[in-house]
């Protein structure tokens, strides 16, 4: 069972550049999220999913768009990359609103 | 003020004894609680997750809620090298709307345990 699957594991980026972060669920779960994990800030919410084609900005959306594909699928992409983007960035998904998220690997991001 | 609090240690422990991990909270609207382990380069793992006050036991693992003290915390007995990791302690209100999905987490303890 493999849960939630990201891509890629690691990148790094040119300041400008635009890529796209994968995230997979296969628990059937409704909602899905995007945190990012820097040293000293902890795990902070960028965007989430409650459903199927619904998004919403977290805590901290500057710099960033998401897609909710399909009930699996929550992409998150920069579309100019800064060095202040550099982090790691971890997928979660969860059955609703107030269940516990189950997370990916985590990609990491560095930002030239 | 942080919504949630957690010393960050690190803490070191020899293997066998009892280690306690503590968060405190100034949300009252807090109502779920978790504990989540993350190993270096890999994803939060959740380890426990309560709803009321009071114990919860699994195995080598006891999370306790006070919500009158705003504070919980997490116990794991006999600990063992493998339980070397960050623990990260996690909350989250009970009502939808604004708060959904948003958990707060604490910043993370981190747990070495030495053979």
């Known amino acids: 069972n493999a849960g939630v699957t990201q891509t890629p594991k690691f990148q790094v980026l040119k300041t400008g550049q635009s890529m796209t972060l994968q995230c997979a669920q296969d628990?059937?779960?409704?909602?899905m999220y995007w945190y990012r994990q820097d040293p000293g800030m902890g795990l902070r919410l960028i965007y989430y999913?409650?459903?199927?084609?619904?998004?919403d900005k977290g805590e901290v959306p500057n710099g960033y768009n998401v897609s909710r594909l399909n009930k699996r699928e929550f992409s998150l992409r920069l579309e100019s990359a800064a060095p202040s983007q550099t982090s790691v960035y971890f997928c979660?998904?969860?059955?609703?609103?107030?269940?516990?998220?189950?997370f990916g690997n985590g990609t990491r991001l560095t930002v030239t | 003020q942080k919504e949630v609090e957690q010393d960050p240690g690190p803490l070191s422990v020899p293997e066998g004894a009892i280690v306690s991990l503590n968060c405190t909270y100034s949300n009252s609207a807090f109502q779920y609680f978790m504990w989540y382990r993350q190993y270096s380069r890999k994803g939060p793992e959740l380890l426990m997750y309560t709803y009321s006050s009071g114990n919860k036991e699994d195995g080598r693992f006891t999370a306790q809620v006070d919500k009158s003290s705003k504070y919980i915390s997490l116990f794991i007995r006999d600990s063992q090298p493998s339980d070397s990791a960050t623990y990260l302690c996690a909350m989250i209100p009970n009502a939808g709307g604004t708060s959904y999905g948003k958990l707060t987490f604490g910043q993370g303890t981190i747990l070495t345990v030495h053979p």
């Open positions: 628990m059937n779960h409704n909602s």
């Open positions: 979660a998904s969860s059955e609703r609103g107030n269940s516990p998220l189950h």
């Open positions: 999913s409650a459903s199927e084609g619904t998004t």
